[in-house]
């Protein structure tokens, strides 16, 4: 899924997977993976810690990820936390004064893999949805920012805080989520976004009470994985490559794509049941 050129997302294949209701990988640590109606739901699981993302938990989310995304009876991937505090609050800063004793090429080397994964988990051809059941703070809300999607509650809140520890990350998310300008601002004061403000610059899609956050994330995710698997990750590519290209070049990039890599289904296949419909009609 790195970039290599035109058409660059993998687009192919995918192999069969997991069965519906199928809680999967129940040697993970940190998170949980199950799958449901074509849905496959990864929930970050250190409660205790405030989902607080360390190695072990960002490894395991990425292959969680990857896993769903081979799979063809996948439409969608969740992601979530565990309780009703956090969705996560970002990296494991004990985790972090440890590493300032090793050795610092070692680190260097995992936090670049992570890292690396997290670009790997925005560019996935599967849609992915933040079901954000609380704050998502630093590097969870560069996680979240990196989703295709977010839907919230009330105890949702936001802080992009890289700035106020000298540091430097959502630069590459969140101005594709909420333009320019308002990024500048989350980014330059790391303030705290709380679930109205949220809603309304477009970092959540939906706002709904925590009694139907699950119920609402699910329906999206559902109508999403009802498509035509091959359509949604074709689109999916498409605006991945077209960002920061020309309205000439990204109306080139949909053309080739349809006539090159998935042509348009014809009328018969993809109206069926309109034609059914019409063809009783005239007969009638």
């Known amino acids: ?30 998170v949980l993976a199950e799958v449901e109606d074509g849905v496959g739901i990864v929930t970050l699981n250190r409660p205790k810690k405030l989902n607080a993302m360390n190695r072990t938990l960002n490894l395991e989310l990425q292959d969680a990820v990857k896993n769903f995304d081979e799979d063809e009876n996948i439409g969608c991937i969740i992601i979530t936390g565990s309780g009703e505090k956090a969705f996560t609050a970002g990296g494991d800063i004990h985790e972090q004064v440890d ?15 992570i890292r690396r994964g997290g670009f790997e ?12 059941n609380g704050l998502a703070y630093g590097g969870g809300a560069v996680l979240a920012s990196s989703l295709d999607m977010r839907v919230g509650c009330e105890r949702t809140k936001f802080r992009f805080l890289a700035a106020a520890y000298r540091r430097i990350n959502s630069t590459w998310t969140l101005p594709n989520q909420v333009g320019w300008p308002k990024a500048k601002e989350l980014l330059f004061t790391a303030r705290i976004v709380e679930a109205e403000e949220a ?10 009470p925590s009694s139907e956050l699950r ?44 006539r090159d890599v998935m042509p348009n289904a014809l009328a018969t296949e993809a109206f069926p049941e309109f034609l059914a419909r019409k063809g009783k009609e005239a007969a009638e």
């Open 99 to 113: 590493d300032e004793s090793r050795d610092p090429e070692e680190v260097l080397a995992e936090k670049t893999k």
């Open 199 to 208: 809603f309304q610059i477009g970092l959540l899609n939906h706002l709904v």
């Open 215 to 258: 119920a609402k994330t699910m329906e999206v995710a559902q109508q999403i994985a009802g498509n035509s698997r091959e359509a949604v990750r074709g689109i999916k590519s498409i605006l991945l490559e077209d960002m920061g290209k020309t309205l000439d070049e990204q109306w080139k990039n949909e053309k080739d794509f349809a």
């Open 121 to 132: 988990i925005s560019a996935c051809l599967t849609p992915t949805i933040g079901m954000m």
């Open 1 to 30: 899924m790195a970039p290599t050129g035109p058409l660059r997302y993998k687009y192919g294949k995918r192999k069969k997977g997991f069965s519906q209701g199928e809680t999967i990988m129940s040697d993970y640590e940190c």
